[in-house]
């Protein structure tokens, strides 16, 4: 796999790995690879990065399914909002979308269609089988 992704606001997203190595992620200050669930940090640093008060907090959630269930009968957030876990899969698929034509592509994330590219966008579902429909 190999795919880059850049984002509306700059932030581009590099996902490389192969049947042997692991998954890299890399962003303007560094990269992190997860191999046999052990991440690897570059630069070192950022293994031991504070978030600052003002900046950005993720959810923390050790058992995802209970995170789930107790949200329900809390009425609350669940650490992976339906949301965020569309977006988060989202991407992956547009990336083997990408690899499989060979060719950058744009996306329109209102819309969730590529833009000016339909055999790309006639890959993003497939027939339902009867009687399941849409």
């Known amino acids: 796999m190999n795919f880059r992704a850049r984002y509306a606001n700059g932030v581009e997203l590099i ?6 190595g692991p998954l890299r992620l890399e962003g303007t200050e560094g990269w992190i690879e997860m191999q046999d669930e052990k991440p690897t940090y570059y ?3 950022l293994k031991t990065s504070v978030i600052g008060p003002n900046e950005i907090h993720l959810y923390q959630s050790n058992d995802h399914h209970r995170n ?4 329900i009968k809390e009425h609350r957030e ?5 949301e965020v876990g569309h ?4 991407i992956c698929h547009l990336g083997n979308i990408a690899m499989m034509l060979k060719r950058k592509l744009r ?8 833009i000016g590219d339909e055999q ?3 890959m993003l579902s497939r027939a339902m089988r009867s009687p399941w429909h849409l």
């Not at 996902?15 to 042997?20: E, I």
């Open 15 to 20: 996902c490389r790995t192969d049947d042997k």
């Open 43 to 45: 630069p070192d640093s």
């Open 68 to 71: 789930f269930i107790d949200c």
């Open 78 to 82: 669940t650490a992976a909002p339906a």
């Open 87 to 90: 977006r988060s899969t989202s």
């Open 107 to 114: 996306w329109d994330p209102q819309a969730e269609r590529f």
């Open 120 to 122: 790309a966008n006639h």
